[in-house]
């Protein structure tokens, strides 16, 4: 992919680029020393050992990694496959059964594969906290235990939260954060990276390297994107996120939907754009930033030969035409069929009755034209459209 | 030893016997059963794995161990050597380094010695955590942790009030209760025994078994006897005890210094007297029911033979007498010597001036004649004593 580096960083170049972005760094003393010293540095991210899909969210520490790989530093990911592999042992989350080693191992080369598309492959190394947790035995355990007091991990809002509510918290979930941890211990990592809602876990890891004699790694935490309900975080389970794998045209649709507000920020945080001029455009007209935006991102993750394909379809679906689109769904009937029936069929309504509501609101097209008649039937290949952005090609066989 | 076995129990005798002392079964239905059903049961009870001092206070559990055994049960002792091995991993207390493997089997040996004045030896085993917790890995932990949930760990009182008094819990102490509930598990107990003290811990071990699918075992908590001191439980630590290792002197007159209070207590828990027997001492005449409970003691733990020497040495120092005892301490001098000098010589006073103090005050006295003169001086051989109960012979060679 096409990646904007700003080239070799001198003095306190990197320090500032990351400062501006980051929304907290323990220490910022420390961190600048650490650039400073020109030696090559272990910076660390956990990973989540179930199928990474990664979004733009992602890409928000993602891309600041890449800035340090080409300052010469290297990148770790620690893939948390042994909590993944002991799955959860008070049997509450169901939804969650345990993982299979060949499983973790899998996903971790997705993960590695995914995050190609951002970091430099040959500075980037995964490793899984198996490794080392899976050797430690019941006094190692203790041991590590006793570093830390019931206060100091109730701390955390979650725990501090949920015990005050009266709701269930597994005596084995204190130890997660002391796992997280102790993974920066194994590792003598120099930096920590995270969103801001892992900053207490980094934290802990600063903490449990000085309890084992090691220098603390500085910490720094990446604002949460928003996602594109502009309310919560973007994840893939609430599905609001913009997948950095998803085909151009999908992208292109997405980047139009972030919200007006949240625009900005997802300039400042996943383009490389030079502040003056995403503000320019956003203060002349939204809709050409949204573009730009768009254009921006597909350029990133699909190259520019990718654009002008994925805007046209755009445009077609806001204009309410259907997409010159080789891979539009298509559905072939043999004979006429009652457009009730075919919009079941093919997938744009749950039932004949939901059909012949959509019909009755005014939502179906046929070749563009709203469908006014419950009765209508189609005797030739045409285009079935529900709403602004779904189609289905009718192909008619005699 | 003499111990008075009620011989064998039918029905529900053994039952009978225990709920009698007992101060809490879990459950009674349970515990009845057990014993109805006629199989040799495991019971178990947890030991420390620091060196033990056994006194009247463990007696309380053991004596009725030793009924269980004599109808036919198994005693397995737990010395909890796993976490004596870790030692305290948050450095906290350090008078307590963590112990070699070498002590701990010392200290089982020992253990399993004393435990034989008032047990079976043949019928009683003795075990070591380490054998299952030393085995156990991480995700072992995990699974054991998953099976509790911080709130009812956080139900123990010690835990609950350090918390809400904001001092330190460290989280490896969270373990323990469950490491203790665990070794049920692994030695599948029929029953636990323990001080009500320890009720907490037992009832772990119940909820434990459950979780592994085993029958849970019943749970019988037994009174702590109060020390000398009438106040706290006794115990070594507070030298409020009567150890079951002492001589017979020793014993006999710690056994008259059980408080009034307390007395009736003693003879419940610690001897098989019926009770309107020792109700009737206790009506009659305190002093003489003292001199009946100490008999009794010594009798249990050194055999009649003891009594008459015993008691002599204790009415004795009761008058003031110099105690005919050939194991007196004594100091061998040349020449004669002030008393000040040799009260300090002697160990009877710590210094000069606490000597001539100890004179002035008319604590001291020659041959039973209190010594009023600060200069006094010994000159041929002479018992030297300081209160009630300090003795050394003096004697003089030329």
Redesign the interface.
Known sequence: MAMDIAGAFEDNALFETVRRVAVDIFSEEGLKKRFAAGKPLKIKLGADPSRPDLHLGHSVPLRMLRKMQDAGHEIIFVIGD??G??G????RSKARPPMTYEETRANGQSYFEQVSKILDPAKTQITYNSEW???????????????????R?MERDDFKNR?SA?Q?????E??YP?MQGYDSVALEADIEVGGTDQTFNLLVGRELQKDYGQEPQEVITFPLLPGLDGVEKMSKSLDNYIGIDEPPEAMFEKCMKVPDSALRDYFRLTTDMPEEVYNGLLAQDIREAHFAYAREIVTMYHGEGAIERAEQRYRDIASGQAPDNENMETLTISGRASVVELLRRAGLAASNSDARRLIAGGGIKINGETVADLDAKIDSDAVLSRGKNKFVKIKIIN
């Open positions: 042994f909590t592999m002991v959860d042992p008070s049997g947790l899976g050797k430690m035995d019941f006094a190692d355990v203790l041991k590590l235990a006793g570093k830390y007091t019931l206060a991990i015990f009266s269930p918290i597994g005596l084995h204190l130890f002391l």
